[in-house]
């Protein structure tokens, strides 16, 4: 049985959607960072997050990780991690504390204390002797200036002068569009913009959604919102769910039966406390 060459990359995953290969190096994992290691000898794809990443960016590395998994990573001719099978996710506030999280992060711990071979484009092996991927670099053809022909003189030649001719005077010509009369103005009709009115009854939910937001927003700093085929809003943070509810125009505020169920009572109450409060005001 053949064996062939497998090899891992290490990538920052940056807040705007973009991974950037970088130097396979432990000291890479900062707690503001998300890092994406492809390793191929384990057909996993590890995602770790730092203890100072927001829910907002771990989702979009999470999204970045996918697509390693689904497609690899392609480098010339060569495609790294083509038979990946899964992604492990993996929270370093949750180390030491949740098994799954604990287990995966010794797994990857491994990885990085094995000795390897750095080879181009930071791609790395852990086999001794591997083969370089290749890498084939287009070249583009030469394009070979043409010199300019040299051009010829022309003969001279003695310039002919003709006689002025004198130019025919115009005859008069009465007009029968000759008046003294003045024209008559045309002034143009304006007429008045339509005048689009919005619904109150629109203004005011929408009023009331964002008073929802900004109470939440009293007491975590980084939340994650999505709207529901039936209109309503769910709200989490990097632990879990808050809450989900619903404004219907000219009704009240409902939430739903499951919402606050993992947040501190007095959160709750004084989150409902400042919504009513900013209600006040319109």
């Known amino acids: 049985m053949i064996k062939t060459t497998s090899f891992a990359l290490m990538f920052d995953a940056r807040p705007g959607g973009e991974i950037v290969p970088i130097k396979w190096d432990k000291n890479s994992f900062m707690p503001e960072t998300s890092i994406i290691v492809l390793d191929e000898d384990s057909e996993s794809v590890y995602l770790w997050h730092g203890v100072k990443q927001g829910l907002v960016a771990r989702r979009t590395a999470l999204r970045q990780a996918e697509s390693l998994k689904g497609h690899g990573y392609t480098i010339g001719k060569t495609i790294i991690g083509r038979d990946i099978?899964?992604?492990k996710e993996i929270d370093s506030r949750k180390v030491g504390k949740v098994p799954e999280d604990t287990k995966?992060?010794?797994?990857?711990?491994?990885?990085?204390?094995?000795?390897?071979?750095q080879l181009d484009n930071f791609i790395v092996t852990f086999q001794a002797g591997a083969i370089k991927p290749v890498v084939v670099k287009r070249e583009e053809p030469?394009?070979?200036?043409?010199?300019?022909?040299?051009?010829?003189?022309?003969?001279?030649?003695?310039?002919?002068?003709?006689?002025?001719?004198?130019?025919?005077?115009?005859?008069?010509?009465?007009s029968e569009y000759e008046s003294t009369e003045p024209m008559p103005s045309i002034k143009s009709e304006t007429k008045p913009a339509p005048v689009i009115e919005a619904s109150t009854s629109s203004l005011l939910t929408d009023a009331k959604v964002a008073f929802v937001f900004s109470a939440i927003l009293e007491?975590?700093?980084?939340?994650?919102?999505?709207?529901?085929?039936?209109?309503?809003?769910?709200?989490?943070?990097?632990?879990?769910?808050?809450?989900?509810?619903?404004?219907?125009?000219?009704?009240?505020?409902?939430?739903?039966?499951n919402s606050f169920s993992g947040v501190d009572t007095k959160i709750t109450m004084s989150i409902k406390k400042k919504f009513i409060e900013l209600s006040k005001l319109i």
């Open 142 to 174: 030469k394009v070979q200036a043409k010199t300019a022909p040299t051009p010829t003189k022309a003969p001279a030649t003695t310039p002919v002068v003709s006689k002025p001719v004198s130019a025919a005077k115009p005859r008069e010509v009465a």
């Open 85 to 87: 099978k899964g992604i």
């Open 219 to 257: 007491h975590y700093d980084d939340i994650w919102v999505s709207k529901k085929q039936d209109g309503s809003f769910a709200v989490e943070q990097m632990d879990g769910p808050i809450c989900q509810f619903s404004i219907k125009e000219g009704s009240k505020l409902n939430f739903t039966t």
């Open 104 to 117: 995966m992060y010794e797994d990857l711990q491994e990885i990085l204390d094995r000795k390897f071979t």
